[in-house]
């Protein structure tokens, strides 16, 4: 319990889980014995939740909880201080460095678990207060090659273009480099009925479940892809009408998927002829099919055009813009969706608008009160961003908003070298996160139950997140620390309000008449009980308000045209392939007890008794041969570095390839195995795919 004193009587709020995409609706209720969460009948989880949501009210009240700022001393110690020391401290060093270097010598790191109002305000605060182009946020390692498959194939992005609930109709459902099983449970009530066809080199709890599970070898997703394609036309499943009445650019993308015969994509990526038939049989025999994309087929260097070829597959067969079938992205964190249309992104302003269009420039930076010509243009991508940080053309200090990249970034000892290597680190956190302790000042800021909100889930459904309690004493809201910075650096009180329901105002007027639209969504309609996805355009009181759109693309795709776009992609390697020196592939993903970097989950004791502790899947047959026996401890190896896990034998994995959970800290960083290789289309880091070596630690 916190130290709050406890309500007399039990208090209880209808809000939404804290962890991922799936945004799990709960009861969460404050009595005199503490903090006790119900799943609510929100229609995404049905009366269910996972271990994490059923734990979640044990993060309010962590043991190490942070309540005063911190600030790094004279003696290299951080040590407790006040909010008026700690933020004239960083404005007047953001104020020196950005006199002495250009306002880009100071960076924002932003993050996709942020609320919409946070994104939002975060967003404008960089471009105005600070006048940086150097922001982009942790949701680039997540979503971002999704998004840009998305944007080329259908003219816009959302997870989901149609509410999860759809799923439950469906007779077939191919899950490429997903695992919801794992990662959101709740979801699989909605995929009982498909038959599942599963993507993915691991033998996952969601593969257990599949009825045909593909197996390629890490980083070739793309080739199956390719042949999936190729089988579809060669089959004669081709969705010819569709493709004349709805869809650009087939001939282009054929040419490329006709070299990926059966036999060719076999020989590369490892899986049967015979399954690649059973797989696209199965989806061109359904009267309702869906395709669907999560992290293991979107974190690659080619992550972009991977994405592009499950899209080409899914508009081969019709799929897309079909009530009752489609293709869709599984967005991973909780705010992945409204995080990434609000203006974090380095190339992006609010209703998801390109920084360089000049007339949403100007849309823009009227609602904001600046002039137009103010704004700075696109910056780098989130992991160009770290990698340039105390360089002589980087960014001297970072400000870090909900993130964690000590754990969460690619080349993970690199980007602390580049974060030890700056004049000042900022990290606004509720928990000394690995990333906060390096820092030169620590803000303490509000957590879930104690702030009121909006979040947008997978189904671009945008969700009230309501207080239970009051933060803390000595806590700030995340709104509180920007609003005092930005006035510490000259700018005016009202431009940066901190309640969110005015942000969310602001918010809606920035956004109005983007594609991803948020002006007629409200409060009070939230509150209400409406169910709202967005596009939802404000109708300025004439007629009823508008419903939302929980299904996009019925009539028309998003392109001027109307239509969907195949796009011509084809496979290439890994950024990095086994050799004699590293002869294995390293993978790495998300387990079921833990969440994203894990300074949430590894504080709750039930989540750490379940998964303690780094460790490493790996074949018997490969073990035997490493000299490893199942519960030793191995190092896993690579150019970058190596890691310390515990080794667990597992059957179901290739015998080439090993598996690294990515949430835990020290030498059990995954991070410090992968690499720096970006998607030229998205920015997304390679993390599925590093060569490495095993052997006893
Ligand atoms: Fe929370 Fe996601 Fe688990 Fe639902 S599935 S309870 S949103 S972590």
Not at 139 to 161: E, H, K, V
Not at 231 to 236: A, C, D, F, I, R
Request: with cysteine; glycine share 12%; net charge positive.
């Amino acid at each position: 319990m916190s130290e709050q004193s406890a309500p007399a009587a039990p208090r209880t709020v209808h809000t939404h889980c804290p962890y991922c995409a799936l945004q799990c609706g709960t009861r969460l209720t404050r009595a005199r014995d503490g903090v006790s969460v119900e799943p609510s009948a929100f229609a995404v989880n049905q009366g269910g939740l996972c271990q994490k949501g059923w734990t979640a009210p044990e993060v309010l009240d962590v043991r190490d909880r942070l309540r005063r700022p911190l600030v790094r001393g004279a003696d290299g110690e951080l040590a407790p201080s006040d909010w008026d020391t700690a933020l004239d401290l960083v404005a007047g060093r953001l104020r020196e460095l950005r006199d002495e270097h250009g306002p880009d010598a100071v960076g924002v790191f932003g993050g996709g678990g942020l609320t919409n109002e946070k994104a939002y305000l975060l967003g404008k605060f960089a471009r105005v207060a600070l006048g940086t182009s150097r922001i982009d946020y942790n949701g680039r390692f997540c979503m971002s090659s999704a998004a840009a498959a998305g944007n080329a194939a259908f003219g816009i992005d959302r997870g989901l273009p149609f509410p999860v609930t759809d799923l439950g109709r469906a007779d077939v459902v191919l899950l490429a480099g997903a695992n919801p099983a794992e990662t959101m449970p709740p979801l699989m009530r909605h995929l009982d009925r498909a038959e599942l066809i599963v993507v993915d080199p691991r033998r996952t709890p969601t593969a257990g479940r599949a009825a045909l599970h593909l197996r390629p070898a890490p980083g070739t997703d793309l080739a199956l892809a390719l042949g999936l394609l190729h089988l579809t036309v060669v089959e004669g499943h081709l969705d010819h009408a569709y493709l004349r009445d709805r869809t650009t650019g087939f001939d282009p993308a054929w040419q490329r998927a006709v070299a990926w015969t059966p036999e060719r994509t076999e020989r590369v990526t490892g899986v049967p002829v015979a399954d690649q038939r059973a797989a696209v049989r199965l989806l061109a025999g359904a009267r309702r099919a869906y395709v669907l994309t999560g992290r293991g087929a979107e974190q690659h260097s080619k992550g972009a055009d991977t994405v592009s070829a499950f899209i080409n597959l899914a508009l081969a067969l019709g799929l897309p813009g079909r009530n009752g079938s489609g293709y869709g992205c599984l967005t991973g964190q909780g705010n992945g969706q409204g995080g990434r249309e609000l203006g974090q992104k380095a190339d992006q302003l609010p209703g998801y608008r390109s920084i360089t269009d000049r007339r949403a420039r100007a849309e823009v930076a009227a609602v904001w009160g600046v002039p137009a010509r103010s704004l700075p243009g696109p910056g780098p991508s989130a992991y160009e961003l770290l990698d340039s940080l105390g360089t002589a053309d980087g960014p001297r200090a970072l400000l870090v908003f909900g993130s964690n990249p000590v754990v969460s970034a690619p080349r993970a000892g690199h980007v602390a070298e580049r974060l030890a290597a700056l004049d000042l680190l900022v990290v606004a956190d509720f928990v000394p996160s690995e990333t906060a302790r390096m820092a030169d000042v620590v803000l303490p800021v509000a957590q879930w139950a104690e702030e009121e909100g909006t979040l947008t889930n997978l189904e671009g459904r945008v969700l009230r997140r309501r207080p239970l309690m009051d933060p803390p004493a000595g806590v700030r809201t995340d709104l509180e620390v920007l609003r005092g910075l930005a006035v510490r650096l000259g700018q005016p009180a009202d431009r940066f309000p901190d309640r969110p329901r005015e942000v969310f105002e602001e918010l809606r007027r920035a956004t109005r008449g983007s594609r991803a639209d948020y002006s007629g969504i409200s409060y009070a309609r939230l509150d209400g009980g409406e169910a709202l996805h967005w596009p939802c355009p404000d109708r300025g009181g004439i007629g009823t308000p508008h419903p939302g759109t929980p299904r996009l693309f019925l009539d028309r795709f998003a392109h001027p045209d109307g239509r969907a776009r195949f796009l011509a992609v084809d496979h290439r390697d890994a950024a990095e392939l086994p050799c004699a020196e590293y002869p294995l592939t390293a993978t790495t993903g998300r387990v079921l007890a833990h969440y994203q970097s894990g300074a949430q989950t590894r504080r709750v004791p039930s989540l750490t008794k379940a998964e303690p502790e780094a460790y490493v899947e790996i074949h018997p047959d490969t073990a035997r041969r490493a000299g490893l026996a199942d519960g030793a401890l191995a190092e896993v190896t690579s150019r970058r570095g190596s890691v310390v896990a515990r080794v667990r034998l597992v059957k179901g994995l290739r015998a080439d390839t090993v598996f690294l959970p990515f949430h835990f800290a020290g030498r059990g960083r995954a991070n410090l195995l992968t690499g720096g290789a970006l998607d030229p289309r998205s920015g997304m880091p390679e993390f599925k795919v590093s060569a490495v070596r095993i052997g006893p630690a």
